[in-house]
């Protein structure tokens, strides 16, 4: 067991190539470099060029984040890497470099769940005990709500997105009025012009028999539906309405799903993470709602959010300090493992 | 003394190995083409109990399929990086090279499975390399007859040896001695995703387009250029087909093709000079393979001049070998290059 341990963690389960260190529960280094601008031109990841960066830029990364911690390798103690889900070709080149750090130094190995890895990240600047939360996972890749009963050995999930993620929708919406790309931070600006109560869209999945069969799980195709009927129908419609309308209805359903969950489980704590954990909204009404209903919020700040290390590097550190045993050599990257797999073994 | 950490996983095979100044250590190998990921960390945690003590890694850089290949070349960065040594990246096709040579004229080829009905391959003589590494159709390859060796070659039935099928760690241990090294992989088929150009659309050619397809042909094929007669009678002609590219309301670039006894030929493949290096001939030339295909041709050839450094490239990326060159072709003293690709 050690629980001031170095752990380095790696996450390229996406377009991001990323690299945290942590000491214990201290957050030492965080360096991410994405490929997001590549990606643009073609309208979405790619998981070929996304691949093809991540071997690119691996090496740099993990020197930066060593000499942003002021560490060297032989100073680190275990080794953290997102094994799943993510895109195949994309998680490997970061297994893979793990790997050849743990073996090249000897050192133990820990293969993680990206998901577990977004909430694990909140334990950063902690002490004392972590306390069973809910997680509401939102981001371009996720929409989940999870039950985390113990970070390292007892996560499963409530509910999730049944078509679109919260971030695709921002980003489709976001294409349809115009506001460019990333969708999430322009709807976010926009939306500060306008009125949330302008125009009622749907909130889908909270009524009826709906919501007795999918209490916790999200579907954002119907809105999406609905923003565009509404454009066609107005045709002097106002955008920033639009915004704030459309972005009211996702706010309001994660929140109403996620308070839900935590009162239905009886867990007072809730952490929100994920890029849309960024919307200045959901934060905003977030604290209003957690109040209200006596639950602990707890959001990262925003670059924890977001794909990166130091959450990798977190969830490896817990395992560490829990004493879990590490992943064996050749360790299986998954693009859809589980959620109650959350350290390879 | 120094000792290197041999890794190749451009083929199905995960090698691994350890060799001391030209002296094999251990070697082991394992064949999964799906699995060089599990199996490569396992590998070189058992060649290290031989010799924990590493002095450099070399690694094949490919060409082989993509998602294989990183995981050697990101481990063998990684492992560099965590011991502080260096490591050299060399071709995985130079470590598929006979003994002897197999015959007179010491020409031969080395090729390895690429998937998708095609292979990577060189050609070599007297042991060294003549040309990068290619991507291509092994039917164009069994026409050039020459001897073969590799997976490729075995896999499709023009193999001369079937003992020497994989790169072998003391050859690639060798070649980072004397041998070309590279820094990047060897992707040979670039990736799929290709961006297409900004601001450029492309239609069928008609004969409004003529005037401006004029212009480009006196330009760019100064001593030789289509004359506005040859221009549309080649319109109007049975199967053909003529394509433009557009940009700004004006024709920047032009592909022809005709269609006859199973074979496209193409005609021309022309892009306006200021609009050159922008994607355009590869887009027209994508589209083109894609008429090919819908003729349902078995294949497409091509004759350039010797020396059009622009061009060959291009067709060389797209899976087109060099058949035979004919002399004095277009002219004294001008070479044609006939270039052929096999549409599996
Ligand atoms: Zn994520």
Same mark, same amino acid.
């Given at each position: 067991m050690n629980v001031d341990g170095v752990v380095l963690g790696i996450e390229t389960s996406c377009d991001e190539t990323a690299v945290g260190i942590v000491r214990g529960r201290k957050l030492l280094a965080n360096v991410i470099s994405s490929s997001v601008d590549e990606h643009a031109k073609f309208g979405g990841v790619v998981p070929e060029i996304a691949s093809r960066a991540h071997l690119e830029a691996m090496p740099a990364i993990i020197s930066t984040a060593l000499d942003d911690a002021g560490l060297t390798l032989a100073d680190v103690d275990a080794v953290a890497v997102t094994a799943g889900p993510g895109l195949i070709g994309a998680l490997l080149v970061g297994v893979s470099s793990a790997s050849a750090l743990s073996v090249a130094l000897n050192k133990p190995l820990y293969g993680v769940n990206h998901l577990s890895a977004h909430i694990a990240v909140d334990c950063l600047g902690t002490t004392g005990p972590l306390r069973p939360s809910i997680g509401l996972l939102v981001s371009g890749g996720h929409s989940s709500i999870l039950q985390i009963n113990d970070i390292t050995t007892d996560v499963h999930t409530l509910g999730q997105t049944m078509d679109d993620a919260a971030g695709e929708a921002f980003d489709k919406i976001a294409r349809i009025l115009n506001l460019g790309f990333p969708g999430g931070p322009a709807i976010d600006r926009e939306a500060k012009l306008g009125s949330g109560a302008a125009i009622a869209f749907p909130r889908a999945l909270m009524q009826g028999d709906d919501l007795v069969e999918h209490p916790f799980d999200f579907s954002f195709s119907g809105l999406k539906t609905a923003v565009s009927r509404y454009l066609q129908a107005t045709p002097d419609f106002i955008r920033a309405d639009v915004a704030a309308s459309f972005q009211e209805a996702v706010v309001d359903v994660l929140l109403r799903k996620a308070i839900r969950a935590c009162q239905e489980s009886g867990i007072d704590s809730l952490v929100i993470a994920g890029g849309v954990a960024a919307n200045s909204r959901l934060r905003e009404e977030a604290v209003l709602r957690c109040h209200r209903a006596g639950i602990e919020l707890r959001t990262p700040e925003i670059g924890l959010c977001t794909d990166n290390g130091a959450m990798v590097a977190a969830l490896g550190s817990l395992a560490l300090s829990a004493g879990i045993a590490p992943s064996l050599t050749g360790l299986s990257a998954s693009s859809s493992p589980g959620i109650e797999r959350i350290i390879w073994q | 003394m120094s000792i290197s950490l041999v890794i190749d996983t451009s083929t199905q095979r995960t090698a691994v190995a350890i060799i001391q100044d030209g002296r094999m250590i251990v070697e082991l190998h394992h064949d999964d083409a799906l699995a060089h990921g599990e199996i490569l960390p396992r590998l070189v945690e058992k060649v290290l109990m031989e010799s924990s003590h590493v002095d450099q890694v070399i690694v094949g850089m490919g060409p082989g399929p993509f998602t294989g290949l990183r995981v050697g070349i990101a481990f063998a960065q990684s492992f560099a990086l965590a011991r502080n040594i260096p490591w050299l990246g060399v071709c995985s096709l130079d470590g598929i090279v006979p003994a002897v040579e197999p015959d007179s004229t010491g020409e031969y080829l080395v090729a390895t499975d690429a998937r998708r009905k095609e292979i990577f391959w060189a050609r070599y003589k007297n042991g060294l390399r003549m040309c990068e590494p290619h991507v291509g159709a092994p039917q164009t390859l069994k026409l050039l007859k020459l001897p073969a060796f590799g997976e490729g070659a075995q896999k499709y039935k023009f193999s001369s040896n079937s003992d020497l099928l994989y790169p072998q760690p003391a050859l690639l241990e060798k070649v980072s001695v004397d041998g070309p090294l590279y820094t990047t992989p060897i992707y040979v088929r670039r990736p799929d995703a290709f961006s297409a150009p900004v601001g450029v659309s492309f239609r069928a050619m008609n004969y409004a387009d003529l005037v401006s397809v004029f212009d480009i042909e006196i330009k760019t094929y100064l001593d030789d250029p289509w004359s506005m007669a040859q221009l549309k009678e080649e319109l109007a002609g049975k199967n053909r087909? @003529?394509?433009? $590219?557009?940009?700004?309301?004006?024709?920047?670039? @032009?592909?022809? $093709?005709?269609? $006859?006894?199973? =074979? /496209? !030929?193409?005609? /021309?493949? /022309?892009?306006?000079? !200021?609009? *050159? +290096?922008?994607? =355009?001939? &590869?887009?027209?030339? &994508?589209?083109? =393979? !894609?008429?090919? +295909?819908? *003729?349902k041709a078995e294949a497409i050839m091509l004759e350039m001049r010797e020396g059009n450094s622009q061009a060959q490239p291009l067709y060389v990326d797209f899976g087109f070998v060099e058949l035979t060159k004919r002399d004095n072709y277009y002219g004294p003293g001008i070479t044609a290059i006939i270039m052929r690709k096999d549409l599996a």
């Amino acid at each position: 067991m050690n629980v001031d341990g170095v752990v380095l963690g790696i996450e390229t389960s996406c377009d991001e190539t990323a690299v945290g260190i942590v000491r214990g529960r201290k957050l030492l280094a965080n360096v991410i470099s994405s490929s997001v601008d590549e990606h643009a031109k073609f309208g979405g990841v790619v998981p070929e060029i996304a691949s093809r960066a991540h071997l690119e830029a691996m090496p740099a990364i993990i020197s930066t984040a060593l000499d942003d911690a002021g560490l060297t390798l032989a100073d680190v103690d275990a080794v953290a890497v997102t094994a799943g889900p993510g895109l195949i070709g994309a998680l490997l080149v970061g297994v893979s470099s793990a790997s050849a750090l743990s073996v090249a130094l000897n050192k133990p190995l820990y293969g993680v769940n990206h998901l577990s890895a977004h909430i694990a990240v909140d334990c950063l600047g902690t002490t004392g005990p972590l306390r069973p939360s809910i997680g509401l996972l939102v981001s371009g890749g996720h929409s989940s709500i999870l039950q985390i009963n113990d970070i390292t050995t007892d996560v499963h999930t409530l509910g999730q997105t049944m078509d679109d993620a919260a971030g695709e929708a921002f980003d489709k919406i976001a294409r349809i009025l115009n506001l460019g790309f990333p969708g999430g931070p322009a709807i976010d600006r926009e939306a500060k012009l306008g009125s949330g109560a302008a125009i009622a869209f749907p909130r889908a999945l909270m009524q009826g028999d709906d919501l007795v069969e999918h209490p916790f799980d999200f579907s954002f195709s119907g809105l999406k539906t609905a923003v565009s009927r509404y454009l066609q129908a107005t045709p002097d419609f106002i955008r920033a309405d639009v915004a704030a309308s459309f972005q009211e209805a996702v706010v309001d359903v994660l929140l109403r799903k996620a308070i839900r969950a935590c009162q239905e489980s009886g867990i007072d704590s809730l952490v929100i993470a994920g890029g849309v954990a960024a919307n200045s909204r959901l934060r905003e009404e977030a604290v209003l709602r957690c109040h209200r209903a006596g639950i602990e919020l707890r959001t990262p700040e925003i670059g924890l959010c977001t794909d990166n290390g130091a959450m990798v590097a977190a969830l490896g550190s817990l395992a560490l300090s829990a004493g879990i045993a590490p992943s064996l050599t050749g360790l299986s990257a998954s693009s859809s493992p589980g959620i109650e797999r959350i350290i390879w073994q | 003394m120094s000792i290197s950490l041999v890794i190749d996983t451009s083929t199905q095979r995960t090698a691994v190995a350890i060799i001391q100044d030209g002296r094999m250590i251990v070697e082991l190998h394992h064949d999964d083409a799906l699995a060089h990921g599990e199996i490569l960390p396992r590998l070189v945690e058992k060649v290290l109990m031989e010799s924990s003590h590493v002095d450099q890694v070399i690694v094949g850089m490919g060409p082989g399929p993509f998602t294989g290949l990183r995981v050697g070349i990101a481990f063998a960065q990684s492992f560099a990086l965590a011991r502080n040594i260096p490591w050299l990246g060399v071709c995985s096709l130079d470590g598929i090279v006979p003994a002897v040579e197999p015959d007179s004229t010491g020409e031969y080829l080395v090729a390895t499975d690429a998937r998708r009905k095609e292979i990577f391959w060189a050609r070599y003589k007297n042991g060294l390399r003549m040309c990068e590494p290619h991507v291509g159709a092994p039917q164009t390859l069994k026409l050039l007859k020459l001897p073969a060796f590799g997976e490729g070659a075995q896999k499709y039935k023009f193999s001369s040896n079937s003992d020497l099928l994989y790169p072998q760690p003391a050859l690639l241990e060798k070649v980072s001695v004397d041998g070309p090294l590279y820094t990047t992989p060897i992707y040979v088929r670039r990736p799929d995703a290709f961006s297409a150009p900004v601001g450029v659309s492309f239609r069928a050619m008609n004969y409004a387009d003529l005037v401006s397809v004029f212009d480009i042909e006196i330009k760019t094929y100064l001593d030789d250029p289509w004359s506005m007669a040859q221009l549309k009678e080649e319109l109007a002609g049975k199967n053909r087909w @003529y394509f433009v $590219a557009e940009s700004e309301n004006q024709v920047v670039g @032009y592909v022809g $093709a005709l269609h $006859a006894g199973g =074979i /496209t !030929d193409v005609l /021309t493949l /022309t892009v306006r000079l !200021d609009y *050159q +290096r922008k994607g =355009i001939g &590869r887009e027209l030339l &994508r589209r083109l =393979i !894609d008429w090919a +295909r819908v *003729q349902k041709a078995e294949a497409i050839m091509l004759e350039m001049r010797e020396g059009n450094s622009q061009a060959q490239p291009l067709y060389v990326d797209f899976g087109f070998v060099e058949l035979t060159k004919r002399d004095n072709y277009y002219g004294p003293g001008i070479t044609a290059i006939i270039m052929r690709k096999d549409l599996a």
